[in-house]
């Protein structure tokens, strides 16, 4: 059985991954505009994110249903909220 904490969890990398799939397309957009070395540079960068974020879950959730601690699954989660609060700002900034 997978905690409350390991599914917060589980969450909040599912949206920080969300987050990341729409700053690539806002990124893709500008590169095909604009056609610079820094917007291929923020493509990369969001597609090698959305990578480690989809590690990320995969390994959380093996970690749940392996059955580590909640101790763990609490430490995570603060992570996970403030990498996506992060993102959700990049975001916020990049779209306009």
Do not use: K
């Amino acid at each position: 059985m997978v905690s409350q904490l390991w599914s917060l969890n589980m969450v909040f990398g599912s949206a920080s991954i969300g987050l990341l799939v729409a700053l690539l397309v806002v990124y893709a957009r500008n590169l095909r505009q604009i056609r610079s070395a820094f917007g291929l540079g923020l493509v990369v960068f969001a597609a090698l994110l959305i990578a480690q974020n989809g590690w990320a879950l995969w390994s959380m959730f093996q970690w749940a249903t392996a059955g580590w601690p909640d101790t763990l699954a609490t430490t995570f989660l603060y992570l996970n909220i403030v990498q996506t609060s992060a993102f959700g700002v990049l975001l916020g900034i990049s779209w306009g």
